[in-house]
């Protein structure tokens, strides 16, 4: 069992809170600030009970040893901002100057100084696990995009604590992608694409027996045609995994999942030139850069009796506009109708949010690594230390 925020008493107490603030900084100043503003919620519920609040996250890979450049000012900057009180940046994250500004009564909330200075962060050292843990009461992991890695914050430290939890959007995280793996609403339609197979193997082999449909897509589903024997010119092929496609297609029959492939495609000889629209056999020259027109129905059409959706990785390379359609029609198709549809992925959420329904989507995971692996059915040392005994 893990608990939740409303499952832990924060009442007056000192609660660490581990973030993931590991945004992107161009020349001091912070250029995406999604991942903070995704977490402010759980920074919200805590500052409202707590006593003091303490925030740690790493930034960047500064290699395990101090380094300016990525220091975490430009983020107490927007943290002061959002949060409209004062953020104090402490000049470490562990040490007797860190722990006379916790020991400050007027501090309330306090950024630790990013935490991957010290190679024991990654190193999950139990000495300096103990060290971060002996400054809180309470321990709070908000970190999903940093949930798997077996690190001193995300992982060593939570088993020093009695009382810890997860945070609003790691809950959400647990929660949407759980219900996909464990109890999905049916008919459950999952839609694979982005350019490699090999990305996805893990993920196909754990879903296939869970899912009613899956439809593959993209780059990734021309080394599938090529297993089923079809013409696919010069698109993406990865040779040396067509056996490994044979394998997820014969797994699929012996499951009865249908498993559909493009039928027709958008082609072109070069990323530049004119695309033309083929049918499931594509010329020699030219290479698969979208499905097609009888593809974007099917899937769509399968997406529209789902009840409930899970989409990684574009259908085309949709960064170009001319071969954006497909993954488009995809985006509409999954908030057209009331199913639950979950988002996984960098490429997939910006590609809904280059169709505009990103509000419509029921819940974009953003965990990146964390999500393909949580996905592919494996444990999580940031989510498994937040276990505790029902
Ligand atoms: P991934 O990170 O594996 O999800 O791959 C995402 C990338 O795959 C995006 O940049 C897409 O443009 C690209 N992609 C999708 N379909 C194709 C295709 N048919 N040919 C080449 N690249 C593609």
Redesign the pocket.
Known sequence: MIRGLDQLDLTGKTVFVRADFNVPVRDGKITETHRIDSTLPTLRFVLARAGKVLLASHLGRPGGKPDARWSLTPVREHLEKSLARPVALAPDCVGPQVEALVRDPGQKVILLENLRFHKEEEANDPAFSQALASLADVYVNDAFGAAHRAHASTAGMARFFRAKGAGLLLRRELDYLGKALFSPDRPFVVIL????VS??IGMLKNLVPKVDSLLI??????TFLKARGVAVGK??IEEEKISLAREIIRLAESRRVPLLLPVD?IAAEQ?TASPITTGADIPANY????IGPKTVDRFCQEIGRAGMALW?????????EK?SRG?RSVAQALVEHGAISIVA????VA?VAQAGVEDKITHLSTGGGATLEFLEGKILPGIQALEEEP
Not at 287 to 290: A, I, N, S, V
């Open positions: 694409g982005g350019a490699k990305d996805k897509g993209g780059g990734m589903a021309y698109s993406l495609h990323i290479m698969g850069l979208d990684n990785g574009p259908v085309g390379l949709f960064e170009e071969f993954t992925g960098g490429d997939t590609a």
